[in-house]
């Protein structure tokens, strides 16, 4: 995510103005949705000399697939026929699951490819715990480390991840990290303060939830009061970096002081959860104003925000629109917080459905070929490139259509329409490749429509082990059923594994079309994100549900608030 921020940040600038799987029991949890409404039941491990509250939920919310039988086969078959349901056979009522029918058709070879995705999860995990414990970030090839928060991200942002996987001995490990780990310790770094939202807060709160266990929810209190000193007295927007024990916080210069709209316009989630769960407004009272704040803003284009906003919430610093880097989760927050209120919050909606009905109309484009794509809308000009950041819309429009937020059925066609285009135009951008791996920026031929890859035409050749085209593809499959959209994850599962495993752990590549580069670094969004979306789509519905939950942007399942006031 930095990565790219960095990248499209910096050519901003120069414009800028200044045994089985789950047996019989149904579960439910979605993208950044899982539920837990009763009590689970506390069994007690005594693992060095340490309690570990081990938290089952119980078959009426949360169930997790149990770990795989000694016989389970090692190698999954890289093509297999894939049973399809025949036109008698019926779909659910549900129109966020879609999959239950095709899923039983196919079970055993959806176990065997979960049980694959578990084991890739598992040497990610074990090669960071080798190499970089209690550090940020493993890199995978020099064997050192990436840090630039000093509190152990990788496993913070693993740890609910870890537990949907059943891998149960990682879990306790990362809990008993957590357990004793100090937020506040003294470090040299300066945190993004958005990235700490997603990915410490969003992370705390999300496990807190599958597991019921009150010490992830003391931890969420603990970082979301920490996060409150990052807004000065009386200002809207929060310092852009901040130290947790100095308290101090920077805007950054390369910004030209500005703040980011995907980071100021992507709190709403996290802090909204938390003063439910807390029972204090503090937090919600910030998130609201900075929705204020924004939408008071005059745009050229109703529904359409430039990325950078005057750190005062005054005005726009330029006239970049992006549903890329710098823009995209505000416009999905948008929608997720509709979502997240049980489709109560009357504003999120209108304001997402402005948004939306604005991307298509002036964003949207399709080439020659057929391949729908969302570029960038610079200085009111297209560019004939999408981030691979862009790719989340695919999912976003989806689940958009799929709960009819526009109250119009022709809008919702159009809005699934664009999802299906996107998400596939998304994955041939990976296929395309001779790695079969997904460029950052793809480009467009503006003559044939074919797809540009290898860093002409301003893309961006590397892959950084991303998650956003898989998150689209595990969406569409749970709202169509359509076994295509898990041919292609699986697809890109074989690449990850050919391309980026490393004796050291997984590597992105500089070059999608020379694999031997590797760029040396296991994001922590790897398997946070990754290889949660690839796993999720060779489980069964009643694994994270997405009428249960709703994922935030770092893919941490947070339950919808079926109490919530507007």
Request: aromatic share 12%.
């Amino acid at each position: 995510m930095l990565v790219a921020i960095f990248i499209i940040g910096s050519l901003t600038i120069f414009s800028f103005d200044t045994s089985q799987l789950n047996k019989n029991e149904q579960n439910i949890v979605p993208k950044k949705w899982r539920n837990v409404g009763s009590k689970g039941v506390v069994e007690k491990n005594l693992e060095e000399n340490e309690k570990f509250d081990e938290i089952k939920i119980t078959p009426s919310t949360y169930t997790r697939p149990p770990p795989p039988p000694p016989s389970q086969p090692q190698h999954v078959p890289k093509t297999s026929e894939v049973s399809r349901p025949t036109s008698q056979q019926k779909v659910e009522v549900n129109p966020l699951n879609r999959i239950d029918i095709v899923y039983k058709a196919n079970e055993r070879l959806n176990q065997e490819r979960a049980y694959a995705v578990r084991g890739a999860m598992k040497y990610a995990w074990d090669s960071y715990s080798r190499y970089t414990w209690g550090l940020d970030e493993l890199r995978p090839i020099s064997r050192s480390t990436n840090e630039w928060f000093g509190l152990g991200l990788t496993i913070v942002d693993s740890l609910d991840t870890l537990y949907l996987l059943n891998l149960d001995e990682e879990y306790r490990e990362a809990k008993k990290f957590v357990r004793n780990l100090d937020l506040s310790k003294e470090t040299q770094f300066y945190p993004s303060v958005f990235e700490t939202s997603i990915r410490f807060l969003g992370g705390f709160i999300s496990t807190y939830h599958l597991t019921n266990d009150q010490l992830f929810l003391t931890k969420a209190e603990e970082m979301g009061k920490i996060l409150l000193g990052a807004f000065e007295k009386d200002e809207v927007f929060p310092f852009q970096t901040y130290n947790f024990h100095t308290k101090k916080g920077h805007f950054a210069s390369w910004t030209g002081g500005c703040v980011i709209l995907s980071e100021v316009g992507t709190m709403f989630i996290e802090f909204e959860e938390l003063s439910k769960l807390t029972n204090n407004p503090i937090w919600k009272t910030k998130a609201d104003k900075i929705l204020d704040t924004i939408n008071n803003l005059k745009t050229e284009i109703p529904g359409l925000f430039p990325v950078y906003i005057d750190s005062k919430g005054e005005s726009f610093c330029n006239n970049h629109i992006s549903l890329g880097a710098l823009g995209d989760s505000y416009y999905e927050y948008l929608l997720k917080m509709w979502l997240y209120s049980d489709k109560k919050h009357e504003r999120y909606r209108t304001l997402f459905v402005k948004s939306a009905n604005a991307i298509i109309d002036k964003m949207y484009k399709e080439t020659k070929l057929g391949y729908g794509y969302i570029p960038n809308l610079i200085n009111n000009h297209l560019t004939l490139t999408q981030e691979h950041l862009t790719c989340f819309t695919g999912g976003m429009f989806a689940l958009a259509a799929a709960t009819n937020i526009s109250h119009d059925d022709a809008i919702s066609k159009k809005y699934m329409k664009v999802a299906e285009k996107v998400t596939e135009t998304c994955a041939k951008s990976y296929f395309a490749t001779p790695s079969g791996l997904g460029p950052e920026v793809a480009a467009f031929d503006r003559e044939t429509g074919e797809i540009i890859f290898n860093g002409s035409n301003q893309s961006v050749p590397g892959y950084f082990l991303r998650p956003e085209a898989v998150e689209s593809i595990f969406i569409l499959y749970r709202l169509t059923g359509d076994v295509k959209y898990q041919e292609w994850a699986w697809k890109i599962f074989e690449a990850i594994e050919k391309h980026c495993k490393t004796e050291g752990g997984y590597a992105g590549l500089k070059s999608v079309s020379i694999p031997d580069l590797k760029d040396d670094l296991q994001q922590s969004f790897f398997m946070a994100e990754t290889l949660k979306y690839i796993y999720l789509l060779f489980v069964d519905s009643s694994v994270v549900p997405l009428d249960k939950y709703v994922f935030n942007t770092e893919a941490h399942p947070i339950l919808i608030n079926k109490n919530y006031k507007y």
